[in-house]
């Protein structure tokens, strides 16, 4: 008879302890298979234990198939193989890089956590989950509450004429890239702004599509060489391009819009910095001068809000918004009830105005004021040979005074605790005018440690 | 000289009013491209208004490109398209199918939201939100502190070693499966349990990888099918398959194991339901005695916690890990800061057992309770002609007392108001075998109200 040390089996219960003993037992083969073990009444009087421990461990076994249980017959042990493979000296776990502490960095576009409006989020977090609005079942579109609340947003402040059922919320930026390229699908060819943000590169690249690079000119988007491409579809910032800064004007987006129609393409516009606007109003987006429906539009609360609230929505037209339902209805939303609610409330409370535009008129003259600081102190830079202002934007251009290498200027930064972003890092197809430009992020810079951060860039920049 | 009625312009402001009478004069044609706008000055003067107005109306128009400014020259109208493209009679917005609200719902398996802890969520939800934790920038893997908690939870609760630096956080199944594909790479081939879940083989599907359904026997994905796919991934759930809720015994898994290695191939372990076995401890997992690296672990918190919260995870194996990292790390997370707190604050705190161990216990008495009456219940009612309980899993499989298609059923179903989900709907490959079975998900039936469905049922399946 099966015989155990019950005293020896630690924290563990009785039945836990039995069942681990078998099943190594079985393991190692000093059960073998085809093997009858002992009856429940039989091991469980010669262990001293009760009827119902040895049938816990029985069915346990049985459950994970390691015993077989033959009806009046009993418990017979299963033919599994007795030594798992031995464990091979694999290869490591790759260590994760830890973050880095950066004395100054200038390209991360990260928004200012300081001005994100605490108490009324908590405010607000706290009266959704009182009225159980949290567990709401969302509908892979977005919460009807939210999809309105951004409607009414874009007809009020950006005079958009946008429908709640145009609307797709999605977790951020890249997420809602993924499926705009699924729904564009995989003979996409899609034209992308050179230099241009990266992530709209990668993340159409790993779908698969076909990207081509268009350069710029001072309007945006090249014309020519946009019709030249054979693109179906073009992604674009016209409100304020990242890097450049360039704004495109109203009759090249006409001629945009013009190009779409003849081309049977779609216009993704992506408005990501535009609510950061100094000068004048904004500008009247692509989709709301659109009348053929070739314009999805899209932006993030990631700039405005915060970039840890992962948070972003498109507008389709109807030709795609169709095509949405059918083939990608099946995906889940991705953001939660909570965050849904939660930025519905913001974008809808606070009476005329709302307390997201009360919060980005704030936001706005907080930058605008960080911005003239950093602008005003880098124009008198010695490394400074011109700076490139648009009035928009978190971020703007540092032409330098040097002839050294991007690559080689970057590395003494990094060597000093500083991050630097290069327009040439942005460009797919390499232009030597873009050399030694600095792309300032200027949005997590603290304007009391200017000296320090000039310091710091002196060293970098005018040691040789 | 231009004049414009501003006593006409209403609630807006001069400066706005101007420069959209100006605007349209441009659009329209009666101001032409090349004429050159009065000075400042002498507008203003002409309007009675001040020089800042007049200024901000034309630095608006400059900005917008409706204007050209040249220096010492002044403001000149840029050619633009005089109208906007007609607008065409396009297809109007497709109606939104709002969500039906269904007498009795057996085919969605949400989890009760009545058993979510929601004072001790709002109470950790005030915490972070008072300590700034929803504020932290999010690496892409996801918060070192969820993913800590998370591999302790693994360990304690499923006896797998599983290191902080494996795990990635993703909103929800979905996200993951499609960051999976992408990590497996376009020339995968992926062999699908059928019958299986269908979301999996859509994500699949979409991004373009070519799958494979592999029929079942009763231990799971069927073997000699496997090898002879050519797979070079499976993505099964051997802890209860989804619909038909088979457990795979460990000799399967060893083997399924041995295909892995013998194939080059990788395992997607989709642990999804595993928490909600009702007899015996959990079954080990693929993932914890798989000494070669080949398994990918995933799981959510969609059953467990709350459909509404999006939060899964997935475990990578080395070989997969820095993959992920070199090839995919661009992507930010896709799950807001303040859900990862307040989640790995549930899953650590709360003493010996964690907090969301206790609510697991808890909910899963709940659960077994509710199981149990349905069962009961369902075995007397005269449509049911055989039961497979598997002890495990928030549904059962109900083989119907009838000759009528699946199909008709459905339909009848729907017409009194009550939504069905059939065995045969979750098969790549049709089989009669699958006919006249209900997959009932009793997650979210109110056991007080069995009479009321089983009077329900017996109108669907009885009336001929």
Redesign the interface.
């Given at each position: 008879m099966l015989t155990y040390d019950l005293e020896a089996r630690g924290g563990l219960s009785l039945y836990?302890y039995l069942?681990r003993r078998l099943r190594d037992d079985i393991l190692s083969g000093a059960l073998a298979a085809g093997e009858r073990l002992p009856s429940k009444r039989a091991l469980a009087e010669h262990l001293r234990v009760s009827v119902v421990t040895v049938e816990?461990a029985y069915?346990?076994l049985e459950?994970?198939?390691?015993v077989d249980a033959r009806p009046r017959r009993g418990f017979f042990v299963?033919?599994?193989?007795r030594r798992?493979?031995?464990?091979?000296a694999?290869?490591?776990?790759?260590?994760?890089e830890p973050?880095r502490a950066w004395r100054l960095d200038l390209k991360s576009g990260?928004a200012d956590?300081s001005f994100?409006p605490?108490a009324l989020?908590?405010r607000l977090?706290?009266q959704v989950?009182?009225e159980?609005g949290?567990?709401?079942?969302?509908?892979h579109?977005g919460l009807p509450e939210l999809r309105e609340a951004i409607a009414r947003d874009l007809r009020d402040f950006k005079g958009m004429a946008v429908?709640p059922?145009?609307i797709v919320v999605g977790?951020?930026?890249?997420?809602l890239y993924?499926l705009l390229a699924?729904l564009l699908g995989?003979e996409a060819v899609i034209a992308l702004e050179d230099p241009g943000y990266?992530?709209i590169r990668?993340?159409y690249g790993?779908w698969?599509a076909d990207c081509r690079p268009i350069p710029l000119d001072g309007?945006g988007m090249n014309l020519e060489a946009l019709y030249a491409s054979g693109a179906t579809a073009a992604h674009l910032s016209p409100a304020h391009h990242y890097p450049t800064g360039i704004?495109?004007?109203?009759?090249?987006?006409?001629a945009l819009?013009?190009w779409a129609?003849e081309a049977d393409g779609i216009i993704i516009e992506d408005d990501y910095d535009s609510e950061f606007r100094f000068?004048?109003?904004p500008?009247?987006t692509l989709q709301s001068?659109d009348?053929?429906?070739r314009v999805v539009y899209m932006n993030t609360f990631s700039q405005t809000i915060?970039?840890?609230?992962?948070?972003g929505f498109m507008v389709l037209p109807?030709?795609l918004?169709?095509r949405c339902?059918r083939?990608?209805g099946?995906?889940?939303?991705?953001?939660?009830?909570?965050?849904q609610q939660v930025l519905a409330r913001f974008l809808s409370g606070g009476g005329s105005g709302s307390w997201y535009e009360q919060h980005l008129s704030r936001t706005r003259k907080k930058y605008r004021l960080r911005r003239q600081k950093v602008l005003e102190r880098f124009a008198l830079c010695p490394f400074a040979a011109s700076l490139t202002d648009r009035?928009a934007g978190l971020h703007f251009l540092l032409r330098l005074n040097t002839e050294e290498d991007d690559e080689a200027l970057r590395r003494r930064a990094e060597g000093l605790g500083v991050r630097l972003g290069f327009l040439s890092e942005y460009a797919a197809v390499p232009n030597p005018a873009y050399a030694h430009t600095l792309v300032v992020n200027y949005a997590g810079l603290d304007v009391e440690r200017l000296d320090e951060a000039e310091a710091l860039l002196s060293r970098v920049f005018l040691t040789r």
């Amino acid at each position: 008879m099966l015989t155990y040390d019950l005293e020896a089996r630690g924290g563990l219960s009785l039945y836990e302890y039995l069942y681990r003993r078998l099943r190594d037992d079985i393991l190692s083969g000093a059960l073998a298979a085809g093997e009858r073990l002992p009856s429940k009444r039989a091991l469980a009087e010669h262990l001293r234990v009760s009827v119902v421990t040895v049938e816990g461990a029985y069915q346990q076994l049985e459950a994970e198939g390691y015993v077989d249980a033959r009806p009046r017959r009993g418990f017979f042990v299963s033919p599994v193989d007795r030594r798992l493979p031995a464990a091979e000296a694999g290869p490591g776990l790759p260590a994760e890089e830890p973050p880095r502490a950066w004395r100054l960095d200038l390209k991360s576009g990260r928004a200012d956590p300081s001005f994100f409006p605490s108490a009324l989020w908590a405010r607000l977090t706290r009266q959704v989950l009182s009225e159980g609005g949290h567990l709401a079942p969302v509908p892979h579109q977005g919460l009807p509450e939210l999809r309105e609340a951004i409607a009414r947003d874009l007809r009020d402040f950006k005079g958009m004429a946008v429908s709640p059922e145009q609307i797709v919320v999605g977790a951020g930026a890249e997420y809602l890239y993924l499926l705009l390229a699924q729904l564009l699908g995989r003979e996409a060819v899609i034209a992308l702004e050179d230099p241009g943000y990266p992530k709209i590169r990668q993340v159409y690249g790993k779908w698969g599509a076909d990207c081509r690079p268009i350069p710029l000119d001072g309007q945006g988007m090249n014309l020519e060489a946009l019709y030249a491409s054979g693109a179906t579809a073009a992604h674009l910032s016209p409100a304020h391009h990242y890097p450049t800064g360039i704004v495109t004007p109203i009759a090249r987006r006409q001629a945009l819009l013009r190009w779409a129609e003849e081309a049977d393409g779609i216009i993704i516009e992506d408005d990501y910095d535009s609510e950061f606007r100094f000068t004048g109003r904004p500008i009247p987006t692509l989709q709301s001068i659109d009348s053929r429906g070739r314009v999805v539009y899209m932006n993030t609360f990631s700039q405005t809000i915060s970039p840890s609230m992962r948070v972003g929505f498109m507008v389709l037209p109807p030709r795609l918004l169709e095509r949405c339902r059918r083939e990608l209805g099946f995906y889940a939303s991705t953001v939660p009830a909570l965050e849904q609610q939660v930025l519905a409330r913001f974008l809808s409370g606070g009476g005329s105005g709302s307390w997201y535009e009360q919060h980005l008129s704030r936001t706005r003259k907080k930058y605008r004021l960080r911005r003239q600081k950093v602008l005003e102190r880098f124009a008198l830079c010695p490394f400074a040979a011109s700076l490139t202002d648009r009035g928009a934007g978190l971020h703007f251009l540092l032409r330098l005074n040097t002839e050294e290498d991007d690559e080689a200027l970057r590395r003494r930064a990094e060597g000093l605790g500083v991050r630097l972003g290069f327009l040439s890092e942005y460009a797919a197809v390499p232009n030597p005018a873009y050399a030694h430009t600095l792309v300032v992020n200027y949005a997590g810079l603290d304007v009391e440690r200017l000296d320090e951060a000039e310091a710091l860039l002196s060293r970098v920049f005018l040691t040789r």
